[in-house]
C-alpha cells in the first residue's frame, strides 16, 4: 500500500508542478495550468535558445508561464521592439541615400 500511494503522490506531483531551471537562474516549481505530465522538467537553456516560433508551436503552456514571469518577453513587446529597430534602420537607409544624392 505504501508504494502505490508514493505513485499516486508522485503522479500527481508531476501533474501539477513544473520544474525550471537553467540559465543562472535559481531552480524554481511552479503549478502548471493545468494537469499535464508534458513539460515537467523545463531547462531554460533549451527553451531560451529556440526560435520564439518553435516554442509557441511545440511548448504553448511554458511559452505563456514563461511571459507571465517576466523571464521571456511577451509577443506584443517583441513586436514593438522589432518594429522599432526596423524602423531605425530604414531611417538610417533613407539618411544615407540622401547623403549620397546630396554629394552627386
Known amino acids: 500500500m505504501g508504494i502505490g ?5 508522485l503522479s500527481l506531483l508531476t501533474g501539477t ?6 540559465r543562472g537562474l535559481d531552480p524554481k516549481i511552479v503549478t502548471k495550468d493545468s494537469f499535464s505530465f508534458v513539460d ?4 531554460l537553456d533549451n527553451i531560451l535558445g529556440q ?6 508551436a511545440e511548448h504553448p503552456a511554458i511559452k ?7 523571464v521571456l518577453e511577451t509577443d506584443e513587446t517583441a513586436e514593438r521592439r522589432i518594429m522599432r ?8 537607409e533613407v539618411e ?7 554629394e552627386k
Open 17 to 22: 508542478f513544473r520544474l525550471y531551471y537553467g
Open 96 to 102: 544615407e541615400i540622401n547623403r549620397m544624392i546630396r
Open 5 to 9: 500511494l508514493a505513485l499516486i503522490s
Open 85 to 92: 529597430d526596423i524602423n531605425g534602420k530604414a531611417k538610417q
Open 51 to 56: 526560435p520564439r516560433v518553435v516554442v509557441a
Open 64 to 70: 505563456t508561464q514563461l511571459e507571465a514571469m517576466g
Open 40 to 43: 515537467t522538467i523545463v531547462n
